[in-house]
């Protein structure tokens, strides 16, 4: 253990911090002006650090039909009629189906090609939880890997301008129903199923006492111009929203409700490009607004990443991460940006995951104007993971061959953040064989209970920082160029302490320019 104090590098000076320019703080999102509640009317236009097409409302002909024109009662099911409307609006060229104000209870419903099934406030879909009113079995992606089973509650393959519009309130099965008992269980889903398998035969349709995997709420797969506004969503089997394999696809002021189920994610794009989540509030029971793209040898076979999504204005209440990328990342997740967004009462904000098994990665990803109040770190890499999922690999060392299944993330950079409450600032655990690299975190203000640790990590910057912590530990392990200028640290005592467990003596270790301590 090493206790700087060398005046080249911590110097008791506060009256030079006011130099420091914070007028990006005034520019931090507040909670009332992100999320569904101040969803506009109009898309304005998106800019990003990278190239984006033109991202607009969907055009669709001027012609509706109510789904109580085609028999729907609100005492029996409706899948029928909603069903058959959806699919003859598509074949005479499109329009809207109407679903009324009332209770109805509903299977599997089907969006097809130019319609936009549009709930009315009051109106809410009840869907079943028998496995009958989902099959025939459809092919889907289930945590990263292709299968054939449920589905999605709302699905569509192959379909090309389709929209679920709407105040209305999607409300999933009971907990207690024969989706829920018949699920696959016993082992990760990897574990399950052999990549070598094809994938027209691994069907899981609940045949002959068989299990299924859980359906997700809405999952649009293979296509184009997917438009989703204004629903709500409570009691998901699964993940929320998710577009699979997807290519423009806009979300825009939803509200999630999952909180209290197990992988109720909020919305995942997995495998898709070309998306825009704007103003959607999220209070989910695992993580909130989460990057896909494919899972272990299956997802590399796909390899289709997720690329090019930006998320703004997006409040996220509740769940495990706020923003997160993983842990599937076999295709790679790209071009991700994500601003003036709000994380007021999730677990992490800014949160990686991948596994040596995962393959892909992530990289030239941006974050800028977040504000959030957390349970545990603002930022968070865990790409070793759990034994319970992934047995030895888990083990740091010994540091393992690099293969095509060995991920990485790269290029990611952080800035305008305000963390009112954390537990821990950073936490960072990458793999020996590929750490961690190339991270920048500029102008933050935090307020966290304990510091940072750094393992396996490579060119990694703090710039323009403060912080006041009630602990002075700053670990790293096996760390390479890590770098801190203007930064500020209050501390108990005002003194910060640097270890490296592995190390008996550091040496200037990390480099730091124009660092100050001063007493909490």
């Known amino acids: ?291 896909k793209a494919g899972r272990c040898e299956d997802g590399m076979r796909v390899n289709q990443p997720t690329e090019n999504v930006v998320v703004r204005y997006c409040l996220a209440e509740e769940g495990h991460g706020g923003i997160t990328c993983g842990s599937e990342t076999a295709g790679t997740i790209r071009n991700l940006y994500l601003h003036d967004c709000v994380f007021d009462g999730t677990g992490a904000g800014i949160r990686f995951k991948t596994r040596r098994n995962r393959g892909g990665g992530g990289e030239h990803i941006t974050y800028e104007r977040i504000r959030m109040t957390l349970r545990n770190q603002p930022f968070v890499w865990d790409m070793l993971g759990s034994k319970t999922f992934v047995g030895e690999l888990a083990e740091r060392f010994p540091a393992r061959d690099i293969t095509p299944l060995t991920p990485s993330y790269r290029h990611i950079t952080a800035r305008d953040i305000i963390v009112e409450e954390c537990d821990q600032f950073i936490k960072a655990i990458g793999i020996p064989e590929i750490p961690l690299s190339d991270v920048s975190i500029e102008n933050v203000q935090a307020h966290s209970k304990r510091l940072i640790r750094l393992q396996d990590v490579k060119n990694f910057s703090l710039t323009n920082v403060e912080i006041s912590c009630i602990d002075s530990l700053f670990s790293l392990s096996e760390c390479e160029n890590v770098r801190l200028k203007n930064v500020k640290f209050t501390l108990p005592g005002g003194h910060l302490r640097v270890e490296d467990p592995e190390k008996e003596y550091l040496d200037e270790y990390p480099k730091m320019e124009n660092v100050f301590t001063i007493p909490l």
């Open 1 to 291: 253990m090493i206790m700087y104090r060398k005046s080249l590098f911590f110097i008791v000076a506060i009256f030079l911090l006011s130099c420091q320019n914070h007028a990006w703080q005034a520019a931090v999102p507040t909670r009332d002006e992100v999320g569904a509640e101040v969803l506009p009317e109009a898309i304005a236009p998106v800019t990003a650090p990278f190239d984006m097409p033109r991202l607009e409302k969907p055009y669709f002909p001027d012609t509706s039909v109510c789904i109580t024109a085609y028999g729907a009662c609100t005492d029996k099911p409706a899948t029928e009629a909603i069903n058959r409307a959806i699919a003859d609006l598509s074949a005479v060229g499109g329009g809207r189906v109407i679903v009324p104000d009332g209770v109805w209870r509903t299977g599997r419903v089907m969006l097809r090609s130019n319609v936009n099934l549009h709930l009315t406030e009051g109106a809410e879909l009840h869907f079943s939880g028998d496995i009958i009113d989902y099959l025939p079995a459809v092919f889907t992606r289930q945590e990263g890997v292709e299968v054939i089973s449920l589905g999605a509650l709302i699905y569509a393959d192959g379909e090309e301008n389709i929209a679920l519009t709407g105040k209305g309130r999607l409300v999933g099965p009971a907990r207690d129903c024969e989706i829920q008992r018949r699920q696959m269980r016993g082992a990760v889903i990897e574990n399950l199923i052999d990549p070598t398998t094809p994938v027209a035969q691994r069907l899981y349709d609940g045949c002959d006492g068989g299990g299924v995997f859980l359906p997700m709420f809405v999952s649009p797969i293979r296509c184009r111009n997917v438009y989703i506004e204004g629903v709500t969503l409570e009691n998901t089997p699964f993940w929320n929203i998710v577009p699979v394999y997807c290519d423009g696809v806009i979300i825009r002021g939803v509200t999630v409700r999952s909180v209290g189920i197990p992988r109720g994610d909020g919305i995942d794009i997995e495998s898709s490009r070309n998306v825009l989540i704007e103003y959607c509030t999220l209070s989910c029971g695992d993580d909130c607004f989460t990057m």
